[in-house]
């Protein structure tokens, strides 16, 4: 079946520093790629995706890329801030009749420290 | 642009009593999504609806999970009797087709407390 798979979390780190947040997949057929970000309070929003192979998608300074030989889609930061504070999913819509249903990742929680 | 509106925002009921959940998607989205999400999980996938069909329930517990999309609009989702286990946060969330990587936009859920 299909599954996505985040590294263990909580992640703290202090503001400024480089992120990085694993995640692999398992699917079938050829998956879309997303990442998605909960601030506290709010609901899920979509932060950045990558629908084929080698795709980079980015977003407010976030990036990942969709590597297919490691069936991997890590999330990277050059620079967090403490507003980047939330939890990140990690997101996969498998290829074929899948009808856009989105398969998660357990979530990493990111705290930020000025 | 409205987002996707769900109430309650919480609900507390005890173990063997019934609960039900509202979402109201954005205006013109065929694809309405309910996940349920357990503290410390990603969501997880309950019921899919194109328009007023049923896409897919294959991970909804019949036995006491019951939804319904009147007229392709709003939604209902509704637990009869609640267990303990089905403490969570209960996701609305839609998409003008759902399909391939169409972005599904989120409601900020229902957080539900079975004691």
Redesign the interface.
Known sequence: GNSVTQMEGPVTLSEEAFLTINCTYTATGYPSLFWYVQYPGEGLQLLLKATKADDKGSNKGFEATYRKETTSFHLEKGSVQVSDSAVYFCALIAGGTSYGKLTFGQGTILTVHP | EA??AQSPRYKIIEKRQSVAFWCNPISGHA?L?W?QQIL??????LI?F?NNGV??DSQLPKDRFSAERLKGVDSTLKIQPAKLEDSAVY?C?S?L????????F????TRLTVV
């Open positions: 987002g996707v694809t999504y996940y410390g999980q990603g969501p997880k996938l899919q194109q896409v897919d996701l969330a998409s087709l759902g399909q391939g990587a169409t972005e599904a989120f409601g900020q859920g």
